[in-house]
């Protein structure tokens, strides 16, 4: 019994030490006086561990010293760890005889899980003054073996049992073997649109997770801006056109699977249209989320969570790709479902007056692909253009070009017969040639060109053709000219060498 009392009075003294530490000292009789304002020097940052056990709490705050803390922003939250509270500590110091009061501000963070964490850059904000940090890696091991030398029963049964242990520990946080793993019902998959496709043909291709809306509250993202740019990487396709769809969205939609209501979230999608004949092949690829066991027992005011993490596997998919048929097919084409579209200011003109006319595609397919098409040549008609208008879509949309035409003849234009596209439309599998259905009526007779005007009745070519020499000149003459510029230049060259021979003999 004795020895049990002056082992908690021994307890008790620690812990008064502790308090006292943390507290200011009595103030002297004297008025202190009023802290001279906080520069920047007097701020500093308090790191935390470099390695803890996962049972134990992780430390960042700042110190002020000899000033007045006015304001400070919030810590930051780090990846793998849970804020559970701060803490203020005033520490009294005398210098000359004059009184200073440090403040030390402290963050407490728990850990999620063991393993190494890093730290990401960070910056706090303390009375207008940034502090930065992080860059570095906390260790996370494992928990502490229990000394069994702890709790000792005493030889006497009836005796009170002796304890020496850490407070934290006694009525800390639940231990892990506290906390169950439910099974959760989510999974990671690569989905294709279909199975197979034409070259040229759009597929829609993404990489979604799924769960069920009671998982919710069992998972969550983990380190997600890290670990997308190496899923997008893998996604990539060297033998296709792709065409990027929507970001990544954190808020998912409901799909059934299975005949089972999930949600779904999307991780990256795409549309891929093939160039050549080679499969599409998308490798198996992984995902890291937070995974929390639930509290056996919970208790009110708790988290009832521990974080832990898991890792979801989606498997590779493929998507073969067929050739186009060689049978009516004339260099490249666009493949869709595709239908005309077209435009005309009016229907009846005359002759000489120029009109628009617009022609184009709209439906599902690869609009970089359609070409403006050819214009078969006819007399009396002009064509300038064409103007490329373009609207896209997810997976299509419209491509028109706009011409401008001049009829020099009277009559029907046969537009279905000087303009075509051809197409091929991978629902039946045959190419389609799409032709304009207007045919503007051009009227009027045709008007008798205007003579040339002589050169003489020109008000500036007039009078400089009548004042101009008429002698015939030597085609020659250019010839000649270049023959004698060669020869001055070789007597040049001479008198030069000569001058220079004289020059080197006198010296």
């Known amino acids: 019994?004795?020895?049990?009392?002056?082992?908690?009075?021994?307890?008790?003294?620690?812990?008064?030490?502790?308090?006292?530490?943390?507290?200011?000292?009595?103030?002297?009789?004297?008025?202190?006086?009023?802290?001279?304002?906080?520069?920047?020097?007097?701020?500093?940052?308090?790191?935390?561990?470099?390695?803890?056990?996962?049972?134990?709490?992780?430390?960042?705050?700042?110190?002020?010293?000899?000033?007045?803390?006015?304001?400070?922003?919030?810590f930051p939250e780090l990846e793998g760890f849970k804020k559970i509270g701060k803490t203020r500590t005033n520490t009294v110091r005398t210098v000359q005889g004059r009184r200073f009061v440090d403040v030390t501000i402290t963050q407490r963070y728990v850990p999620y899980g063991e393993g190494d964490v890093v730290i990401k850059p960070f910056q706090l904000t303390v009375n207008g003054v940034v502090l930065r940090g992080g860059g570095n890696t906390v260790h996370v091991g494992p928990a502490p073996v229990p000394n069994p030398g702890t709790l000792t029963k005493p030889a006497n049964p009836n005796a009170p049992l002796q304890a020496v242990a850490d407070l934290d520990k006694m009525f800390g946080k639940p231990k892990p073997a506290l906390y169950q793993d439910v099974p959760d019902h989510a999974f990671l998959a690569v989905v294709a649109e279909r199975p197979r496709v034409f070259v040229g043909e759009g597929v829609r291709v993404g990489l979604y997770f799924y769960?069920?809306?009671?998982?919710?509250?069992?998972l969550a993202f983990h380190d997600f801006n890290d670990q997308l740019p190496p899923l997008l990487h893998e996604l990539h396709q060297p033998t296709a056109w792709q065409e990027p769809g929507p970001d990544a969205s954190?808020?998912?939609?409901?799909?059934?699977?299975?005949?089972?209501?999930?949600?779904?979230?999307?991780?990256?999608?795409?549309?891929?249209?093939?160039?050549?004949?080679?499969p599409l092949r998308f490798p198996p690829l992984a995902l890291t989320m937070v995974k929390f066991k639930v509290l056996k027992k919970p208790e009110p005011g708790q988290d009832n969570r521990l974080a832990g993490y898991k890792t979801y596997y989606a498997p590779g998919v493929q998507v073969q790709v067929q050739g186009l048929p060689q049978a009516a097919r004339q260099g490249a084409v666009a493949v869709g479902t595709f239908e005309v579209r077209e435009a005309i200011s009016r229907t009846r003109f005359r002759v000489g007056e120029s009109f628009t006319y617009s022609f184009g595609v709209e439906g599902r397919g690869n609009l970089?692909?359609?070409?403006?098409?050819?214009?078969?040549?006819?007399?009396?008609?002009?064509?300038?253009?064409p103007e490329v208008k373009?609207?896209?879509?997810?997976?299509?949309?419209?491509?028109?070009?706009?011409?401008?035409?001049?009829?020099?003849?009277?009559?029907?234009?046969?537009?279905?017969?000087?303009?075509?596209?051809?197409?091929?439309?991978?629902?039946?599998?045959?190419?389609d040639t799409l032709r304009p259905?207007?045919?503007?009526?051009?009227?009027?007779?045709?008007?008798?060109?205007?003579?040339?005007?002589?050169?003489?009745?020109?008000?500036?070519?007039?009078?400089?053709?009548?004042?101009?020499?008429?002698?015939?000149?030597?085609?020659?003459?250019?010839?000649?000219?270049?023959?004698?510029?060669?020869?001055?230049?070789?007597?040049?060259?001479?008198?030069?060498?000569?001058?220079?021979?004289?020059?080197?003999?006198?010296?």
Do not use: C
């Open 1 to 74: 019994m004795g020895r049990f009392f002056r082992q908690m009075l021994w307890l008790g003294w620690l812990l008064g030490a502790g308090s006292a530490a943390a507290q200011p000292a009595a103030a002297p009789s004297a008025a202190p006086p009023r802290p001279a304002s906080t520069a920047p020097a007097d701020v500093e940052l308090v790191p935390g561990p470099a390695a803890l056990p996962v049972t134990g709490v992780f430390t960042l705050g700042f110190r002020l010293r000899g000033g007045t803390l006015d304001k400070y922003s919030e």
């Open 437 to 507: 259905e207007v045919r503007p009526d051009v009227r009027g007779v045709v008007a008798a060109p205007a003579p040339l005007p002589k050169p003489e009745e020109d008000p500036f070519y007039g009078p400089a053709l009548a004042g101009a020499d008429d002698t015939l000149q030597s085609l020659d003459v250019y010839r000649d000219v270049r023959r004698y510029a060669d020869w001055l230049l070789v007597g040049l060259a001479g008198v030069a060498a000569i001058g220079w021979w004289r020059a080197g003999r006198r010296a």
């Open 250 to 278: 954190v808020t998912p939609d409901t799909v059934r699977h299975l005949d089972q209501r999930y949600l779904r979230f999307r991780l990256a999608e795409n549309i891929y249209y093939p160039l050549t004949a080679q």
């Open 390 to 431: 373009e609207e896209p879509t997810p997976g299509g949309g419209r491509k028109m070009f706009r011409y401008r035409l001049v009829a020099r003849r009277p009559g029907v234009l046969p537009l279905d017969s000087l303009l075509s596209l051809v197409v091929f439309n991978p629902a039946t599998a045959r190419y």
């Open 211 to 218: 769960l069920k809306p009671e998982d919710q509250a069992l």
């Open 368 to 385: 970089a692909a359609v070409l403006a098409p050819t214009w078969l040549s006819r007399p009396g008609l002009e064509v300038f253009g």
